[in-house]
Nanobody
């Protein structure tokens, strides 16, 4: 059984930084495309960033491009999301997800496995 566990969320002031981690167990991590999504209250879940198997191809939502960086360590079965220059609009529950695929997909329904989420709150 594949399990994903996010960590690293919290409260930060606008302009600050946070690093989210997602540890994956029970599967072949190096064969998953990994994605980060977020969901704010009253809004749909949205794609934030994705990374391919080898970590050499990434894709970002326009709203976070230049501020967030996704990376992975296949030896540690972990994917990261480094978030900088945070804004109040970044406040949401952040989820990591794993997709048994060869290409990064921005649609949440395409992902096979999900974590429980970690809260990120950015104060103004």
């Amino acid at each position: 059984q594949v399990q994903l566990l996010e960590s690293g969320g919290g409260l930060v002031q606008a302009g600050g930084s946070l690093r989210l981690s997602c540890a994956v167990s029970g599967g072949t991590f190096s064969r998953y495309v990994m994605g980060w999504f977020r969901q704010a209250p009253g809004k749909a879940r949205e794609f934030v960033a994705g990374i391919n198997w080898g970590g050499d191809n990434t894709h970002y939502a326009d709203s976070v491009k230049g501020r967030f960086t996704i990376s992975r360590d296949n030896a540690k079965n972990t994917v990261y999301l480094q978030m900088s220059s945070l804004k109040p609009d970044d406040t949401a529950v952040y989820y990591c997800a794993a997709d048994i695929a060869q290409a990064i997909n921005i649609m949440a329904y395409r992902y096979n496995y999900w974590g429980q989420g970690t809260q990120v709150t950015v104060s103004s």
